[in-house]
C-alpha cells in the first residue's frame, strides 16, 4: 500500500495508457485481474480543445472505477491548460492528470509533445509547474530516460520534476530514438527511487513476474507500469499482486484459460464499441494471447483477420480441439 497525493494505491501494477487498445472496457477488463491503477488512452490537448467527439469517448465515463488517471499530450502550455478546463467541465471522475512527456512516436515529437519536451527541459518544467497550479487533480508524469545516447537527462529532471509540484514520476528507461527496440536501460536505474520522495514507477521491459521483481528491486520503484508485457497476459498483473501480497508464485495460466480470458475481452470490447468496431480492435490484441503456443501460428492469422465475434468462437473451438490432438 502506498498513495500518490492522498489517494492510497492498493497494489503493484499500474496500467500504462496504451492508443487504440486501453479504452474503458480495457481499463475494466484489466481491474478484474488486479491492476491497482489504470491509465487512459493517450488524450489530445487538441481534440479536447476543439470538442472532437471521439476524443471526448477517451475520458472516463461515470460508471468508471476508481482510481483511474487521464493521460493528456500536447506540445503546448496554453493549449495544455485549455484543455484542462475541458476535462474539469466534462468530468469530475478520475484521480489524476498525468502529462505524457514520453511517447516516442513520431507524429506525436514532431508537434513537440510526447518525449519532445525532454529536449527543453526548462520548458518542460514551467510547462509542468503551470499544469500543476490548473489541475483541480494531482499532476503526474511519464518520461522517457532521455531524447537520444546524447541526451540522457532523467535523473536531473526528476528532482526538478518534484520541485515542480508532481506527485508521481514514472519511467520508461529507453531513449526516445530506441522507440521499443533495445533493451530498457536498467544499468542507468539502481537506487533510482532514492533521488525523490514521490512515488517513482518503472516500465520497461517487465514481460513476467521475475523482471517486475527485478525492476522494483534494482529501482526501489513503489510499483511498475505494465504495457507490451501484459497485452495477450493480462494474468500477470494477478502473477505480481498475489507474489506481494503472500510471496506465493502462481503458474502461468494454460490455453484454454487464455482463450477464456480473450472471449471475455472481446465480449467487452464489442459491448463498448459495438460488434463491428470491437472486433476490428480484437484484431490487433487477440494474437498476442496465443504468444508462446507454437502450433497456433495459423490461428494468429485467423485472429488478426475476423470479422465477428462468432468467427472468434470458431476459431477458438479449432484451437481447443487441436490442442487435444497435440
Known amino acids: 500500500m502506498w498513495k500518490i497525493g492522498n ?21 475494466e477488463f ?43 499530450f ?3 502550455t496554453n493549449k495544455l491548460l485549455a484543455a484542462i478546463d475541458k476535462i474539469e467541465k466534462h468530468t469530475d471522475n478520475y484521480d489524476f492528470l498525468d502529462l505524457n512527456l514520453g511517447c516516442p512516436v513520431p507524429k506525436v ?11 527543453y527541459p526548462k520548458e518542460l518544467i514551467s510547462m509542468v509547474k503551470a499544469v500543476v497550479e490548473k489541475s483541480a487533480k494531482p499532476v503526474t508524469v511519464k518520461i522517457r530516460i532521455g531524447w537520444d545516447e546524447r541526451q540522457i537527462n532523467f535523473k536531473e529532471l526528476l528532482p526538478e520534476l518534484e520541485k515542480a509540484g508532481v506527485s508521481l514520476i514514472a519511467v520508461h528507461l529507453r531513449t526516445t530514438t530506441q522507440l521499443y527496440s533495445g533493451k530498457a536501460r536498467y544499468d542507468l536505474a539502481e537506487n533510482l527511487q532514492d533521488l ?8 520497461g521491459d517487465i514481460y513476467t513476474l521475475d523482471d517486475a521483481i527485478k525492476a522494483m528491486n534494482i529501482t526501489g520503484a513503489k510499483a511498475v507500469m505494465l504495457a507490451r508485457g501484459q497485452l495477450g497476459n493480462p494474468f500477470l498483473a494477478t502473477q505480481i499482486e498475489r507474489y506481494y501480497e503472500t510471496g506465493e508464485r502462481l503458474p502461468s495460466p494454460t490455453l484454454d484459460q487464455q482463450l ?42 485467423k485472429l488478426s483477420q475476423m470479422k465477428s465475434l462468432a468467427e472468434l468462437d470458431v476459431i477458438i473451438a479449432e484451437i481447443r480441439e487441436r490442442a487435444l490432438l497435440i
Open 7 to 27: 489517494t492510497v494505491i492498493n497494489g503493484k501494477t499500474i496500467l500504462a495508457p496504451m492508443a487504440g487498445i486501453t479504452t474503458n472496457a480495457y481499463r
Open 30 to 72: 484489466m481491474r478484474s485481474f488486479g491492476v491497482a491503477l489504470c491509465y487512459t488512452e493517450m488524450i489530445s490537448d487538441s481534440g479536447l480543445v476543439f470538442n472532437n467527439e471521439i476524443t471526448y469517448t477517451y475520458l472516463p465515463t461515470n460508471e468508471e472505477k476508481r482510481p483511474t488517471s487521464i493521460q493528456l
Open 74 to 76: 500536447g506540445g503546448d
Open 109 to 119: 515529437t514532431k508537434n513537440n509533445g510526447g518525449s519532445a519536451w525532454l529536449k
Open 196 to 203: 525523490i520522495n514521490i512515488p517513482l514507477v518503472i516500465s
Open 260 to 301: 477464456t480470458y480473450m472471449k471475455t475481452l472481446a465480449e467487452m470490447m464489442a459491448k463498448e464499441k459495438g460488434s463491428h468496431h470491437g472486433i476490428l480492435t480484437m484484431r490487433g490484441i487477440s494474437p498476442h494471447f496465443l504468444k508462446g503456443y507454437p502450433f497456433v501460428k495459423e490461428f494468429r492469422v
